[in-house]
């Protein structure tokens, strides 16, 4: 088992930025997993936000957040980040972390989640 704990949400004004981190435990013996993050506004299904490869050598980004947004990862710490800038009131979501996907940009293809935190942002 893995076990994924997303931190880092909050209130933030639009145009702001936020870090999201997530830390990984648990069967982390092999840190060769690829890693997304999803979000999930009240009322809308779950949507790919960002996805990256083990090595970190490849990044994917849903339209709605590139160029704003980038996901990161520090394998010696066992944490993806992604890193919001210019942040939009239609930002906000419950942000989860993800885990071992066999399609990256499929939120049901992925194996481990975390629990979630919550991103507003005020208009």
């Known amino acids: 088992q893995v076990q994924l704990v997303e931190s880092g949400g909050g209130l933030v004004q639009a145009g702001g930025s936020l870090r999201l981190s997530c830390a990984a435990s648990?069967?982390?013996?092999?840190?060769?997993?690829?890693m997304g993050w999803f979000r999930q506004a009240p009322g809308k299904e779950r949507e790919f936000v960002a996805a990256?490869?083990?090595?970190?050598?490849?990044?994917y980004y849903a339209d709605s957040v590139k160029g704003r947004f980038t996901i990161s990862r520090d394998n010696a710490k066992k944490v993806v980040y992604l890193q919001m800038n210019s942040l939009k009131p239609e930002d906000t979501a419950v942000y989860y972390c993800?885990?071992?996907?066999?399609?990256?940009?499929?939120?049901?293809?992925?194996?481990?989640w975390g629990q979630g935190t919550q991103v507003t942002v005020s208009s």
């Open positions: 993800a885990a071992d996907p066999r399609n990256i940009w499929a939120s049901s293809d992925y194996r481990y």
């Open positions: 648990g069967r982390t013996s092999s840190s060769r997993r690829d």
């Open positions: 990256i490869s083990w090595s970190g050598g490849s990044t």
